[in-house]
Nanobody, 129 residues
Framework: QVHLAESGGGLAQAGGSLRLSCAASGGTFSKWAMGWFRQTPGKEREFVAAITWSGGSTFYTDSVKGRFTVSRDNAKSTVFLQMSSLKPEDTAVYYC??????????????????????WGQGTQVTVSS
């Protein structure tokens, strides 16, 4: 059974930084593409960042480009989201997701939540003004 567990969320001041982690188990992590999404009450789930199964490409939504960095450590079966220059509008529940069919997936589809097969429970990020 595939399981994803996010951690690292919490409180931060505007301009500060947080690093989110997502530990995976139950599959071949090195062959999965991994994505980060976020959601606030009353809004649809929003794509944030993704990294291909090979780690060769990353993708970001425009609002976080230059501030967030997604990376992975296959030896630890963990994907990270380093968030810097945080803004109050970054406040949300952040979810990690796994595309277990990544070798068969076109990279551009990783921006869609419907591409992913498994989801973590989420971790709250709150940024104060």
């Amino acid at each position: 059974q595939v399981h994803l567990a996010e951690s690292g969320g919490g409180l931060a001041q505007a301009g500060g930084s947080l690093r989110l982690s997502c530990a995976a188990s139950g599959g071949t992590f090195s062959k999965w593409a991994m994505g980060w999404f976020r959601q606030t009450p009353g809004k649809e789930r929003e794509f944030v960042a993704a990294i291909t199964w090979s780690g060769g490409s990353t993708f970001y939504t425009d609002s976080v480009k230059g501030r967030f960095t997604v990376s992975r450590d296959n030896a630890k079966s963990t994907v990270f989201l380093q968030m810097s220059s945080l803004k109050p509008e970054d406040t949300a529940v952040y979810y990690c997701a796994a595309d277990v069919a990544a070798p068969l997936t076109n990279d551009y589809t990783l921006t869609s939540q419907y591409e992913y097969d498994y989801w973590g429970q989420g971790t709250q990020v709150t940024v104060s003004s």
